[in-house]
């Protein structure tokens, strides 16, 4: 086939394919066009998820005649001119794509008369227009131009998206998701506007409503939920970088990424992995493992130092001093957590092997040995040559299943690390065969001893630690690793045995998740009766609990139900039932079990240890190990024996 042009309507919708994906693709360029346009006040009305309609209202610039045209034209804008201007751009939007691949797959209309009040982004002005201008355009073709009465500013309404493509059509998940990644789209835009007068509904019922404010908080808790509030607002600056953010205090935290980390550059939403080592390094120690902090951090830096030409989407960056805003950004998170009484705890843990020719001095054991943030080193400690070992020295053993035993295999990820078993095991899963004691192969077996019963229980460590020994070595159970497996395992083979009846509450309690987490629980409430929990959506973002299972009466409800709603946000859970099921099991056993911070008597944790002995222990439901085996030849070597 020769080498020929494409023409121009399959350019067209090419282009549309790189930055139209999904209604709230389309969201979030109208909606950055309004930010742009000066805009303090926007409406946004959608109709089957956004699939059937996204329709955008502003305040802003609006354009007159002339620009209104030039707009739908590709590549056209009012916001680049001359090379420098690409390197430094102070915009969200400006490369011009959006409106023509835009209407390229939709109906598309755009109603715009100029605002004399707003200044455009360039910093001019329009005199004002009695008269606007309106202009129709149906799968990239241009219908009808004509004046017509409107506000000052912009609307435009997309309908019936990809109606002339129908294979990207078909690609389109539920109204629900749809409408949650449109929700999802609104909140990330909104997030960082506080003075923003903003309403967003749904089949002309409203889903959002955010009134003007100057608390950053208040408009966290009006589009996060009631955590928004609690945030700790920071701001600091270093040399010509400055930071504004809000930061979780102690116990407030999700159990996924998705929803609890804004990361703005220079007002821009962004998934940058600069700023989310930053982020990750200030929090070190502070939050559980497996949790993420509830973060809105706006990093404003010169427009020449930030590429934000480097995705379709705009929601890459490439920083100039990478590293140095790093450092810059941890440093001032940090320093803003401890003034506010947020103290990371202190590494204890010597990272020191001393080589067999040194003089031997005394070295202090560590307080935990499960200290949360093993990485961290003390000042003036080389690294040690071998780090602890997660049950084996050897490479990893995992279980695979022949027949009616369990027999170990070496895993391929090598040494000193636990292979990660199915987070739900099915219940036709036999019991592991316990491994037995003195091997004369080159694996060392997962214990000293031939079963969790037979070790010697030492007593609990910062009442998280069970410290057990067997043969003369050092065992440490996670309590609540350990018991969450124990509560996974009964909860596939025996629900009703776990959970047990429902209860029924004399008052139903409300629970507020933000809007974009309501939507994405709303579809799964029914499929939570089968385990006891009644809970009803009653618009917005609240729910109502009116029975929960027994186990259950001692659990942080908004916790739980915000945790079972951070699983299903991504993807499309409702057409998932099974994996809509995994998730919320492990939520549950998660949530029903042991915790951190229990008091366990000798009898609690004998029978924990019996326990482990009929399920599979290698890994909790999050991933954690549940022990770690400290030989004798690890801690002679700690006290230079």
Same mark, same amino acid.
């Given at each position: 086939?020769?080498?020929?042009?494409?023409?121009?309507?399959?350019?067209?919708?090419?282009?549309?394919?790189?930055?139209?994906?999904?209604?709230?693709?389309?969201?979030?360029?109208?909606?950055?066009?309004?930010?742009?346009?000066?805009?303090?006040?926007?409406?946004?009305?959608?109709?089957?998820?956004?699939?059937?309609?996204?329709?955008?209202?502003?305040?802003?610039?609006?354009?007159?005649?002339?620009?209104?045209?030039?707009?739908?034209?590709?590549?056209?804008?009012?916001?680049?001119?001359?090379?420098?201007?690409?390197?430094?751009?102070?915009?969200?939007?400006?490369?011009?794509?959006?409106?023509?691949?835009? *209407?390229?797959?939709?109906?598309?209309?755009?109603?715009?008369?100029?605002?004399?009040?707003?200044?455009?982004?360039?910093?001019?002005?329009?005199?004002? *227009?009695?008269?606007? %201008?309106?202009?129709?355009?149906?799968?990239?073709? $241009?219908?009808?131009?004509?004046? #017509?009465?409107?506000?000052?500013?912009?609307?435009?309404?997309?309908?019936?998206?990809?109606?002339?493509?129908?294979?990207?059509?078909?690609?389109?998940?539920?109204?629900?998701?749809?409408?949650?990644?449109?929700?999802?789209?609104? %909140?990330?835009?909104?997030?960082?506007?506080?003075?923003?007068?903003?309403?967003?509904?749904?089949?002309?019922?409203?889903?959002?409503?955010?009134?003007?404010?100057?608390?950053?908080?208040?408009?966290?808790?009006?589009?996060?939920?009631?955590?928004?509030?609690?945030?700790?607002?920071?701001?600091?600056?270093?040399?010509?970088?400055?930071?504004?953010?809000? /930061?979780?205090?102690?116990?407030?935290?999700?159990?996924?990424?998705?929803?609890?980390?804004?990361?703005?550059?220079?007002?821009?939403?962004?998934?940058?992995?600069?700023?989310? &080592?930053?982020?990750?390094? #200030?929090?070190?120690?502070?939050?559980?493992?497996?949790?993420?902090?509830?973060?809105?951090?706006?990093?404003?830096?010169?427009?020449?130092?930030?590429?934000?030409?480097?995705?379709?989407?705009?929601?890459?960056?490439?920083?100039?001093?990478?590293?140095?805003?790093?450092?810059?950004?941890?440093?001032?998170?940090?320093?803003?957590?401890?003034?506010?009484?947020?103290?990371?705890?202190?590494?204890?843990?010597?990272?020191?092997?001393?080589?067999?020719?040194?003089?031997?001095?005394?070295?202090?054991?560590?307080?935990?040995?499960?200290?949360?943030?093993?990485?961290?080193?003390?000042?003036?400690?080389?690294?040690?040559?071998?780090?602890?070992? *997660?049950?084996?020295?050897?490479? *990893?053993?995992?279980?695979?299943?022949?027949?009616?035993?369990?027999?170990?295999?070496?895993?391929?990820?090598?040494?000193?690390?636990?292979?990660?078993?199915?987070t739900a095991i099915p219940a036709a899963l036999p019991a592991p065969a316990t491994p037995a004691h003195g091997s004369t192969s080159a694996k060392r077996p997962l214990l000293p001893v031939a079963r969790f019963r037979d070790l010697r229980i030492i007593g609990q460590l910062k009442r998280?630690?069970?410290?057990?020994?067997?043969?003369?070595?050092?065992?440490?159970?996670?309590?609540?690793?350990?018991?969450?497996?124990?509560?996974?395992?009964?909860?596939?083979?025996?629900?009703?045995?776990?959970?047990?009846?429902?209860?029924?509450?004399? %008052?139903?309690?409300?629970? &507020?998740?933000?809007?974009?987490?309501?939507?994405?629980?709303?579809?799964?409430?029914?499929?939570?009766?089968?385990?006891?929990?009644?809970?009803?959506?009653?618009?917005?973002?609240?729910?109502?609990?009116?029975?929960?299972?027994?186990?259950?009466?001692?659990?942080?409800?908004?916790?739980?139900?915000?945790?079972?709603?951070?699983?299903?946000?991504?993807?499309?859970?409702?057409?998932?039932?099974?994996?809509?099921?995994?998730?919320?099991?492990?939520?549950?056993?998660?949530? %029903?079990?042991?915790? #951190?911070?229990?008091?366990?008597?000798?009898?609690?944790?004998?029978? /924990? $240890?019996?326990?482990?002995?009929?399920?599979?222990?290698?890994?909790?439901?999050?991933?954690?190990?549940?022990?770690?085996?400290?030989?004798?030849?690890?801690?002679?070597?700690?006290?230079?024996r």
């Amino acid at each position: 086939m020769p080498v020929r042009i494409l023409d121009e309507h399959l350019i067209n919708k090419i282009a549309a394919g790189e930055v139209v994906e999904r209604p709230a693709s389309v969201l979030k360029e109208l909606f950055e066009n309004s930010l742009d346009s000066g805009a303090t006040d926007v409406r946004v009305h959608l109709r089957a998820g956004g699939r059937n309609l996204v329709k955008v209202i502003d305040n802003g610039s609006g354009m007159n005649r002339t620009d209104a045209m030039m707009c739908i034209e590709r590549h056209a804008t009012s916001k680049i001119l001359t090379d420098d201007d690409l390197f430094r751009v102070s915009t969200l939007g400006f490369r011009g794509e959006a409106i023509p691949s835009i *209407a390229a797959v939709s109906r598309f209309t755009l109603l715009t008369r100029p605002n004399p009040n707003v200044g455009k982004p360039d910093g001019s002005t329009d005199a004002g *227009a009695d008269i606007g %201008t309106c202009v129709e355009m149906e799968g990239g073709r $241009l219908l009808d131009v004509r004046e #017509a009465g409107c506000a000052p500013g912009t609307e435009i309404a997309v309908a019936n998206l990809f109606f002339n493509v129908p294979a990207r059509r078909k690609f389109l998940r539920t109204i629900e998701t749809e409408l949650s990644h449109c929700v999802e789209a609104v %909140t990330r835009a909104a997030l960082n506007r506080p003075d923003l007068d903003l309403e967003l509904t749904h089949e002309e019922r409203q889903i959002l409503r955010c009134a003007p404010t100057s608390d950053p908080r208040r408009r966290a808790a009006d589009l996060l939920g009631p955590h928004g509030e609690a945030l700790i607002p920071v701001a600091f600056s270093r040399g010509n970088l400055e930071v504004r953010a809000l /930061l979780s205090p102690v116990g407030v935290h999700r159990a996924q990424p998705t929803g609890s980390t804004w990361m703005y550059v220079n007002g821009r939403y962004v998934r940058d992995l600069t700023l989310r &080592r930053a982020l990750t390094a #200030a929090y070190a120690g502070i939050v559980p493992k497996d949790r993420f902090p509830l973060v809105i951090i706006d990093v404003r830096v010169p427009p020449g130092d930030v590429d934000v030409n480097v995705h379709p989407a705009k929601t890459e960056v490439r920083f100039a001093h990478g590293f140095e805003l790093q450092s810059a950004v941890t440093q001032g998170l940090r320093a803003a957590l401890q003034d506010y009484g947020i103290q990371r705890p202190v590494a204890s843990a010597p990272r020191y092997t001393p080589e067999p020719a040194r003089e031997a001095t005394q070295v202090r054991l560590p307080e935990a040995l499960g200290t949360p943030n093993p990485r961290a080193e003390p000042v003036g400690e080389p690294p040690r040559s071998r780090p602890f070992v *997660a049950f084996a020295a050897e490479p *990893a053993v995992a279980w695979s299943t022949t027949g009616d035993r369990a027999l170990p295999r070496t895993s391929p990820e090598g040494a000193s690390t636990v292979a990660s078993l199915p987070t739900a095991i099915p219940a036709a899963l036999p019991a592991p065969a316990t491994p037995a004691h003195g091997s004369t192969s080159a694996k060392r077996p997962l214990l000293p001893v031939a079963r969790f019963r037979d070790l010697r229980i030492i007593g609990q460590l910062k009442r998280t630690y069970l410290l057990c020994e067997g043969a003369g070595e050092l065992v440490i159970v996670d309590q609540h690793a350990a018991a969450e497996r124990i509560t996974l395992y009964r909860l596939t083979c025996d629900p009703a045995s776990v959970v047990g009846g429902a209860q029924q509450l004399l %008052t139903p309690r409300l629970v &507020r998740l933000g809007p974009a987490r309501a939507r994405a629980l709303a579809p799964a409430v029914d499929s939570l009766l089968a385990w006891g929990l009644d809970v009803r959506f009653m618009g917005g973002d609240t729910f109502a609990l009116h029975s929960l299972p027994g186990p259950l009466a001692r659990a942080d409800i908004d916790v739980l139900l915000g945790d079972v709603a951070d699983e299903l946000q991504d993807g499309a859970p409702a057409s998932m039932p099974q994996e809509r099921l995994d998730h919320f099991l492990n939520t549950l056993a998660c949530h %029903t079990s042991i915790r #951190a911070g229990d008091i366990l008597s000798h009898d609690d944790i004998a029978k /924990l $240890l019996r326990d482990l002995d009929d399920v599979d222990f290698s890994v909790c439901a999050h991933g954690r190990p549940v022990a770690i085996w400290i030989g004798p030849e690890e801690l002679e070597r700690r006290f230079h024996r």
